[in-house]
């Protein structure tokens, strides 16, 4: 959609982390009154219900049940919640989606719905066509994404979710608890998701570098140059050009270089750099 999606969203978190807490903006109590406490309750007991769920991925592959813990991805996790509603007047077309299709960065969604569809996935997303099948509603039930972290530490043994919200004609609401790390939590292959048979398919990364990446093919609206692209990854940990989720094209190896060599040097626009290579 050139004109962005037309959702409406109420950000809140991470409540666990003293030093950010402040930054969320509350309604007044006159206003909402209680509502601040039950969005606070609600979030702890998501977060508790998302640790619960990690132990049991960590157990499926074969890894102690408070595997996460020991590599600091749930000290002060940066989740946050997400309220949001996709507006009914819309009504149902293939042209608009109330959400763009797109994987979680992090490293697990639960979701919550109203029960209104609209809600679907693409199961084997690097294939073209892509095929989207709805996501049925279970009264009671909890939706869980895999995130893109998930994906690269278990070398795509758990795969993440390509999804998007079409319209239906009718309001919606949903309720997205993204679990994220801190910022330095490290993501690199688990040694029981890989072999000689089956090395690491991505170098480490970093949360925060990769956010980086993700909001500047945001921020960009993807229309990016390959050598940008490769520079950004460069910069986030990258040994190896990284193929996007979406397109099973690889990035070329000789921009990869360029890349290499540009950011061997500290510059404080990049852009500067694109310049020095030759690049538009």
Not at 25 to 43: A, I, K, Y
Not at 188 to 212: N, T, V
Not at 253 to 270: H, M, N, Q, T, W
Request: glycine share 6%; charged share 20%; proline share 7%.
């Amino acid at each position: 959609m050139e004109a962005g999606d037309p959702k409406e969203s109420f950000y809140i978190g991470p409540l666990t982390d003293t030093t950010s807490v402040h930054l969320n903006q509350w309604p007044s109590e006159e206003l909402l009154p209680n509502w601040r406490p039950t969005m606070e309750s609600l979030f702890w007991k998501i977060l508790s219900a998302g640790k619960e769920l990690l132990s049991l991925i960590a157990l499926s592959l074969n890894l102690d049940e408070n595997y996460f813990e020991k590599i600091s991805a749930l000290n002060k996790p940066e989740a946050f919640l997400r309220l949001l509603r996709y507006p009914g007047e819309l009504g149902s077309s293939e042209e608009i989606c109330g959400a763009s299709p797109h994987s979680d960065y992090g490293m697990i969604t639960l979701l919550m719905t109203n029960g209104v569809p609209g809600l679907q996935i693409c199961k084997e997303k690097l294939k073209q066509p892509q095929v989207w099948e709805d996501v049925s509603h279970v009264e009671g039930a909890i939706i869980v994404n895999i995130g893109d972290m998930m994906e690269r530490w278990t070398n795509c043994v758990y795969q993440s979710t390509l999804h998007r919200v079409m319209p239906t004609g009718k309001e919606r609401y949903s309720v997205a608890f993204f679990m994220d790390p801190p910022s330095d939590c490290v993501v690199e292959c688990f040694e029981s998701c890989c072999s000689e048979s089956s090395p690491p398919r991505h170098a480490w990364i970093d949360l925060g570098s990769m956010r980086f990446i993700v909001e500047s093919l945001h921020a960009s609206n993807t229309d990016m140059t390959l050598f940008e692209m490769s520079f950004l990854m460069f910069l986030g940990g990258q040994e190896t050009p990284m193929n996007f989720l979406t397109d099973p094209q690889p990035l070329g190896g000789k921009i990869y270089i360029e890349a290499k060599r540009c950011s061997s040097v500290l510059v404080d626009d990049p852009q500067s750099c694109f310049k020095q290579s030759g690049q538009p």
